[in-house]
């Protein structure tokens, strides 16, 4: 069965502390993204990595740095967290997928962790 | 400016009512996904559109994309509390270079409160 875990559900953190978010899967997906949650605006990417040791800026990078040292785990590094980075994060993961014959299932689909909600006070 | 737009932000409805959520690009999609979230979890993949006209359906939950493949709407059949929940698409946009690196860009979410 398909899993993706985080290391914590619930975290509350100091501004200026340096916050580490794990994501863990066990599906040898090559693409890991993170996300942030808050009310009215979605999700939001902040960063992706389609290969170990490799990293894309999403769209809201700032503030964030990420680490893919092995291709089941993905990192989320908030150097100095601040307030304004209070909200939940969530970590997916998909496939990289072949538009040939063979399938590992739907193309692109991303299974999501069950969240991280980061309180910075 | 969103590049998914969902509409509307929240919906309230009485059990066994049908309801539609919407979901508009301003550029032709390669792929919308929906997903449905429970408070404070991870999202749980409900279906997935790729071709123009496509409709699937599951349970009591259809998706449709257009011809044009920029719109698509979520609709519940005779609504139930177990609906309840956040409602998100996402959408693989290719970018100006024809690619998307399986990214998905999503929706602003659609709460949904069902009473019964």
């Known amino acids: 069965d398909v899993k993706v875990t985080q290391s914590s559900r619930y975290l509350v953190k100091r501004t200026g502390e340096k916050v580490f978010l794990e994501c863990v899967q066990d599906m040898d997906h090559e693409n890991m993204f993170w996300y942030r949650q808050d009310p009215g605006l979605g999700l939001r990417l902040i960063y992706f990595s389609y290969d170990v040791k490799m990293k894309e800026k999403g769209d809201i990078p700032e503030g964030y740095s990420v680490s893919r040292e092995k291709k089941e785990r993905f990192s989320l590094i908030l150097e100095s967290a601040s307030t304004n980075q209070t909200s939940m994060y969530l970590c997916?993961?998909?496939?990289?997928?072949?538009?040939?014959?063979?399938?590992?299932?739907?193309?692109?689909?991303?299974?999501f962790g069950p969240g991280t909600r980061l309180t910075v006070t | 400016s969103q590049e998914l737009e969902q509409s509307p932000q929240s919906l309230i409805v009485q059990e066994g009512k049908n309801l539609t959520i919407n979901c508009t690009s301003s550029?032709?999609?390669?792929?919308l996904y929906w997903y449905k979230q429970k408070y404070g979890e991870g999202l749980i993949f409900l279906m997935m559109?790729?071709?123009?006209?496509e409709e699937k359906s599951h349970e009591k939950i259809t998706a449709k994309l257009d011809e044009k493949k920029q719109q698509s709407s979520l609709h519940i059949t005779a609504s139930q509390p177990s609906h309840a929940g956040i409602y998100l698409c996402?959408?693989?946009?290719?970018?100006?270079?024809?690619?998307?690196?399986?990214?998905?860009?999503f929706g602003q979410g659609t709460i949904l409160t069902v009473h019964p």
């Open positions: 997916a993961s998909s496939f990289l997928w072949d538009r040939g014959p063979r399938s590992r299932g739907n193309p692109y689909e991303q299974y």
């Open positions: 550029k032709t999609l390669y792929g």
């Open positions: 559109l790729q071709k123009g006209g």
């Open positions: 996402g959408a693989e946009i290719p970018n100006a270079g024809g690619t998307s690196y399986g990214k998905l860009t």
